[in-house]
């Protein structure tokens, strides 16, 4: 005859004492895997600037030493064959029907750089959207209107694609890449913009290529102006725009081609006082004067910085300040490039904490 040995089971307490193991585990282990996804996307984002900034070394070899300008306007609707012509570009904003052709597209468009190495896991979508999303409705962002015909997905419109990585993680320095507007001084402005060979870069390794965007909390906008005054107003994506690290003496609407050449310097540096570290939606734009907010802090307070030698690395926006590491000059403009840095403000007595 078999005897079987009593089974025993759990009794509510020890049930209870597991399930509170477990809990506590989780609650130990939780921010240990949010802080290694957190230095994986760090570790993700550094490697893809990398590989932008050989990208563009490799241009650079290609095209006469000459960086690409930041965005130009294309010919052409046309995806394949649009091509851009230089003289055009003194009009603001010449045939903006078709959309921009962005310095990313110099990369991506003919191989070199995988389109995903412009991205960040760390940001909203992994980067800000196209000024010109075009008809795939993953490339756009509630609330967003295109800035070709100031339509949104949801009415069918914006069908105008920029020649653009649809995620765009990095901005160029605008000291660097120009912006069109080539031969304004045909219509009396100071100034025009130029564009800038490899060579003139006196630092490379402490001049800064590009940076990582910001997107202020997850908010897309703040890349972003808004094009009408409503609560829940329709926004188009500054996405194409360089960062403007410098304040300009004189300046109007941000554009450097205004800017006086008559002082021993036509710019400087932000003071700290001028990095506004709150998120507000009226300062933070790209073509405010206070561009440098919108870089990311997604990395422990820090963006991913990409220099001019190829290598990257992190950097809140008073380093780079305090670093000089926008340069020395604003290569991208003709005339009296002289930039104050921080040091030479300090001796002058004109230095703001």
């Given amino acids: 005859m078999r005897h079987e040995r009593p089974r025993h089971a759990f009794t509510l307490i020890e049930l209870l004492v597991v399930i509170a193991i477990i809990?506590?585990?989780?609650?130990?282990?939780?921010?240990?895997?949010?802080?290694?996804?957190?230095?994986?996307?760090?570790?993700?984002?550094?490697?893809?600037?990398?590989q932008v900034n050989l990208g563009v070394v490799t241009y650079?070899?290609?095209?006469?030493?000459?960086?690409?300008?930041?965005?130009v306007y294309p010919k052409s609707k046309d995806l394949e064959n649009y091509g851009w012509d230089v003289t055009e570009q003194r009009d603001p904003q010449p045939n903006k029907e078709y959309g921009y052709i962005h310095w990313s597209y110099a990369l991506y468009g003919n191989g070199e750089v995988p389109e995903e190495a412009f991205e960040s896991a760390a940001l909203l979508n992994r980067g800000a959207p196209r000024t010109n999303p075009g008809p795939n409705p993953d490339h756009w962002e509630p609330g967003q209107v295109d800035k070709a015909s100031g339509s949104n997905v949801e009415s069918g419109g914006g069908m105008t694609t920029d020649r653009q990585v649809a995620r765009l993680a990095f901005g160029g320095n605008g000291a660097i890449f120009p912006r069109n507007k080539f031969n304004q001084r045909e219509f009396g402005d100071p100034r025009q913009n130029v564009f800038v060979r490899e060579s003139v870069i006196q630092f490379p390794a402490k001049t800064i290529l590009i940076a990582e965007f910001g997107d202020?909390?997850?908010?897309?906008?703040?890349?972003?102006?808004?094009?009408?005054?409503?609560?829940?107003?329709?926004?188009?994506?500054?996405?194409?725009?360089?960062?403007?690290?410098?304040?300009?003496?004189?300046?109007?609407?941000?554009?450097?081609?205004?800017?006086?050449?008559?002082?021993?310097?036509?710019?400087r540096y932000l003071f700290p006082s001028e990095i506004v570290d709150d998120i507000d939606d009226s300062s933070l734009h790209l073509d405010s004067e206070y561009q440098l907010n919108a870089m990311s802090r997604a990395h422990s307070g820090k963006a991913v910085t990409g220099y001019t030698d190829g290598h990257a690395d992190l950097r809140t926006a008073k380093e780079?300040?305090?670093?000089?590491?926008?340069?020395?000059?604003?290569?991208?403009?003709?005339?009296?490039?002289?930039?104050?840095?921080?040091?030479?403000?300090?001796r002058e007595g004109v230095w703001q904490d």
């Fill in 60 to 71: 650079t070899a290609g095209n006469k030493d000459f960086y690409p300008p930041s965005y």
């Fill in 320 to 346: 780079t300040i305090m670093n000089t590491e926008w340069g020395d000059r604003f290569y991208a403009i003709s005339g009296n490039t002289n930039v104050w840095t921080p040091d030479e403000m300090m």
């Fill in 23 to 50: 809990a506590l585990l989780i609650g130990i282990l939780l921010p240990a895997l949010g802080a290694a996804r957190k230095s994986a996307w760090t570790a993700m984002a550094l490697n893809n600037a990398r």
């Fill in 216 to 267: 202020g909390d997850k908010d897309w906008r703040i890349l972003a102006r808004k094009v009408d005054s409503s609560d829940n107003g329709s926004w188009t994506s500054g996405s194409h725009r360089p960062f403007m690290p410098f304040f300009m003496f004189g300046g109007q609407d941000g554009d450097p081609t205004t800017v006086p050449d008559n002082s021993s310097a036509a710019f």
